[in-house]
């Protein structure tokens, strides 16, 4: 309940926790995650050991400040133009879970592609043997990019797969 605490006293009253693939939050969401399922609670509330991710939504940008008050345990990345923060373990990323799935399935770091539009993808598309961002991404996230796909809306990871990936291994399912 300490981050709920530090967001409030920076005036970031909007405020969700995921746990077990349940969003909780003290807010209506649909402003800003469309149509997501989760529970309305008063999380200062809310009894739980862990978390795996709190959540802070504002209208504003948020201020890079907060994130200089989180404890030493904990990352924070702010996304969406600014207006959303995501606070996590330290350890956690997308890159780590990645490094953690090739790993298992025989799939040495340069083989692998990511693609991401976000800040929270960084360090994933940074790493990647080969990182593609999508053309809505953030303009760091392209600087970093070894290629720029179309957008999320215009299924642009489905075309970098279809000419890249599979240009020679493409199926006719009505020809089998």
């Not at 969401?29 to 200062?44: G, I, P, Y």
């Not at 948020?62 to 996304?79: A, H, N, Q, R, W």
Request: proline share 1%; charged share 25%.
């Amino acid at each position: 309940m300490e981050i709920i605490k530090i967001a409030n006293s920076f005036g970031y009253n909007k405020n969700g926790i995921e746990i077990d693939d349940t969003l909780y939050s003290n807010f209506e969401v649909s402003e800003f995650f469309k149509d997501s399922a989760h529970k309305r609670v008063d999380l200062l509330k809310m009894q739980f050991e862990k978390a795996y991710k709190i959540l802070i939504c504002s209208k504003n940008p948020i201020s890079y400040e907060l994130l200089k008050t989180l404890p030493s345990s904990c990352k924070g990345i702010v996304t969406d133009k600014g207006t959303f923060c995501q606070i996590m373990n330290v350890e956690a990323s997308k890159w780590n879970a990645v490094k953690v799935l090739a790993n298992r399935l025989g799939i040495s770091e340069e083989n692998v592609v990511a693609f991401g539009d976000d800040y929270n993808d960084y360090e994933m598309i940074k790493n990647a043997g080969t990182g593609i961002a999508m053309e809505n991404s953030e303009k760091e996230i392209k600087q970093i990019a070894n290629f720029i796909t179309d957008t999320n809306n215009n299924d642009g990871v489905s075309k970098y797969v279809k000419k890249y990936l599979l240009h020679d291994k493409l199926v006719d399912l009505h020809e089998l």
